[in-house]
């Protein structure tokens, strides 16, 4: 069959139109290739496939897909956007270094120790300075007791009559002064016991003014006797009982008192009483 008896193509316009297309995209390419070089044509590639990206995500079919994961997180009660990372408003502060030891020398010797706070607690001294007594020898002797605020000089007349056994020795009078300390020390006390068992400064008899109601209930000042242990090491005894130290303990009229382990027992009596 000749080409002239050859049936004719029909033609067909949309076919006609993509052909021409293709033949134009092909043409373009390769001038700009050819005018651009090697390099430039990863550069078109890469646009290619950004461009082929955008429109697979903008398809019907895309956006179809997104609309569906969007419900089906609302249904399970969360959404993309809050589940996001917030950036917070400033930035967390930084932890802060220990500061540096400066006293540190650079030879790398060990810091000086710490020093000891202050104590302005009393420390006694000021007492002690007070309650010092020198000695004809140049030596001193510091007092263990201070009379109280409410120590009075008696009004009754009373006395201690001293028993050593079955004899009887020289009554002490203790209503000349408010207070009498009593122990080994004789260059400081006012009333000598010399027994080894007894302390230089054993006890103290105190005369003090206290407040007591006659019976009227009405509030009256009263001189009384009392007695107080100076941490002595073998205690005194009222009655056969130890007191307690460091604490007034009263007495009263037939009273009878001994120090340490000594015989001698001191019954303690007023003018009225005898």
Known sequence: MSS???PRKRYDPEERSASRREDDDRGYRGRYESKRGGGDRRWHDGRDRYRDAERERDSPRERERERRREDGDRRRGY?????????????????????????????????????????????????????????????????????PPEA???????????????????????NRQSAYLIGR?????????EHPSCSKQHAVIQHRQVQVKDEFGVPKAVIKPFIIDLESTNHTHVNDETIPTTRFYELRSGDVIKFGLSDREYVLLHDEAV
């Open 4 to 6: 002239s008896e050859r």
């Open 79 to 147: 959404d993309r956007q809050s589940i996001r990372p917030r950036r917070s408003a400033s930035p967390a502060p930084r932890p802060r270094s220990p500061p540096r030891d400066r006293s540190r020398s650079k030879s790398g010797s060990a810091p000086p120790e710490n020093i000891a706070k202050p104590n302005f607690k009393p420390s006694g001294l000021l007492a002690a300075a007070t309650n010092t007594v020198k000695l004809s020898d140049g030596t001193s002797t510091v007092l263990k007791y201070n009379e």
């Open 152 to 174: 009075r000089k008696p009004t009754l007349g009373w006395r201690l009559y001293v028993f050593k056994g079955k004899d009887q020795l020289d009554p002490l009078h203790i």
């Open 185 to 193: 020390d004789r260059t400081i006390v006012d009333i000598l016991i």
